[in-house]
C-alpha cells in the first residue's frame, strides 16, 4: 500500500514494518476459542487473557468467552481452554481433578521449551530461567519442575547466583524477550559457568526475532515509531524498547485513540509496527486516522514473509486442521521437530 506523491509541507510519510501483528501461535490459540465457542457454545472458559491483547479479549469475551485465573470458580465438568502462555503442572492436574474438558492453546513453540525442562530435569540438571518475573509463559514452564530452576532476570542476577553444581547446569528462555538483551545474559552466564548447558535451538521465538528485526531495519529511518499492543504484551513492550535503543523515539499504543496527535506533529517518517498478540485491524485503523492527521504515503517495507501454520487440538474439527493463517519460515519448523 503506497502512493507515489512525497510529503508535503506540514504531513509525513508513514512506512509499516513487515512483518508485524499476529504470529501462528497467537492466531492458533484465537482460532481454538473461536470453534470451540462454535462447536460446544458460551460459555467456554479461558485460564488467563489467551493473548495480551484488550481488543482480542474484549471480543472474545462478546462471544461468550469466560476469563478466570482460578479454576475453582469453573463449574465442574465445563470446556476450559488453557491460554499461549501455557501453564504449569499444577494447573494441569488441578484441571483433571476438577473433570473439566481442556483444550490446550499454549504455544508450540512454548511447549518446545515445557520440553526442555522436563528433559534436563530427569538429566539431573540444575536449570536457569531467562525470563522476566510474574509473566504468565514464565510461570508456566518454571512449573515445569517443582525444585531446581531458577529466575533470571538480569545480569545483576548472573552474578548472585549459587548453584549446586556448575557442571551440571543449564538454560532456557522465555520466547518473548528482547533478542540482544538475552544474548547480554547468556554471554554473562557462559562467563561464569563455561560448561552450562544451552537448547539446541535458541527459545525465543520466530515471531519475536523476525518482527524485532524489522523493527531495527525500520527504526533508523524514522524519527518516530508507533508499537500497536497492549500494556501487559511483552513482545510489544520489547519492540518498543528496540526501536529506542536504535535512537528512535516510540510509542507503544492500544489503539488509535491512544494517540496523542501532538506526537506526529513535525515529523518527517513515523514507523508502524505491531506486537505479536495485536490484530493487522488495529494496524488499519491507526494507518487511516495517521492519514487524518497528516501521512501523506504509506509504505511497507521489505522483510521476512512467514510461511509456517501450527496444527489444532484434537476435537476441533479435526487433528489435521490448522489454525487459518500461515504466518512463519524455517525456523519454527526446526523447533516443531524438535517438540517431538
Not at 554473562?188 to 521465538?205: H, M, N, S, T, V
Not at 494517540?259 to 505491531?274: E, I
Not at 494507518?287 to 476441533?316: I, M, N, W, Y
Request: one cysteine or more; proline letters at 4%.
Amino acid at each position: 500500500m503506497s502512493s507515489s506523491a512525497g510529503p508535503s509541507a506540514g504531513s509525513f510519510e508513514l512506512v509499516l514494518a513487515q512483518p508485524r501483528g499476529f504470529c501462528a501461535g497467537v492466531d492458533r490459540a484465537i482460532d481454538i476459542v473461536e470453534r470451540a465457542l462454535a462447536q460446544f457454545g458460551a460459555p467456554i472458559y479461558v485460564r488467563h487473557e489467551i493473548v495480551h491483547n484488550r481488543h482480542v479479549v474484549a471480543s472474545l469475551q462478546e462471544r461468550g468467552a469466560v476469563f478466570v485465573e482460578d479454576l475453582r470458580v469453573v463449574p465442574g465438568g465445563s470446556t476450559v481452554v488453557f491460554s499461549a502462555h501455557g501453564v504449569s503442572r499444577a494447573v494441569r492436574q488441578e484441571a483433571a481433578q476438577l473433570g473439566l474438558h481442556v483444550f490446550d492453546a499454549t504455544c508450540p513453540l512454548v511447549t518446545k521449551v515445557h520440553v526442555e525442562v522436563s528433559k534436563l530435569r530427569r538429566e539431573g540438571f540444575e536449570l536457569l530461567m531467562i525470563g522476566h518475573a510474574g509473566h504468565p509463559e514464565v510461570e508456566g514452564t518454571m512449573g515445569q519442575s517443582d525444585t531446581g530452576i531458577h529466575l533470571v532476570e538480569s545480569i545483576d542476577d548472573v552474578e548472585r547466583l549459587s548453584v549446586v553444581d556448575p557442571e551440571r547446569l543449564a538454560y532456557v528462555t522465555q520466547t518473548t524477550l528482547s533478542v540482544d538483551d538475552c544474548a547480554e545474559i547468556v554471554a554473562a552466564l557462559r562467563r561464569r559457568f563455561p560448561r552450562i548447558a544451552e537448547p539446541k535451538k535458541q527459545d525465543i521465538c520466530y515471531a519475536t526475532q523476525n518482527r524485532q528485526d524489522a523493527v531495527k531495519f525500520m527504526a533508523p529511518k524514522c524519527d518516530l515509531v508507533l508499537v500497536v499492543g497492549s500494556a501487559n504484551s511483552s513482545n510489544s513492550n520489547r519492540l518498543r524498547e528496540v526501536a529506542e535503543k536504535m535512537g528512535c523515539e516510540a510509542k507503544l499504543v492500544e489503539n488509535l485513540q491512544a494517540v496523542d496527535p501532538q506526537w506526529v506533529k513535525g515529523r518527517r517518517r513515523v514507523g508502524v509496527t505491531a506486537g505479536a498478540s495485536a490484530p493487522e485491524s488495529l494496524v488499519q485503523e491507526l494507518v487511516h486516522g495517521l492519514g487524518q492527521l497528516g501521512a501523506s504515503r504509506v509504505s511497507v517495507l521489505d522483510g521476512v514473509t512467514e510461511t509456517v501454520s501450527f496444527p489444532l487440538p484434537k476435537g476441533l474439527g479435526g487433528s489435521g486442521n490448522r489454525s487459518r493463517v500461515s504466518l512463519q519460515g524455517a525456523t519454527a519448523s526446526d523447533a516443531l521437530r524438535d517438540v517431538g
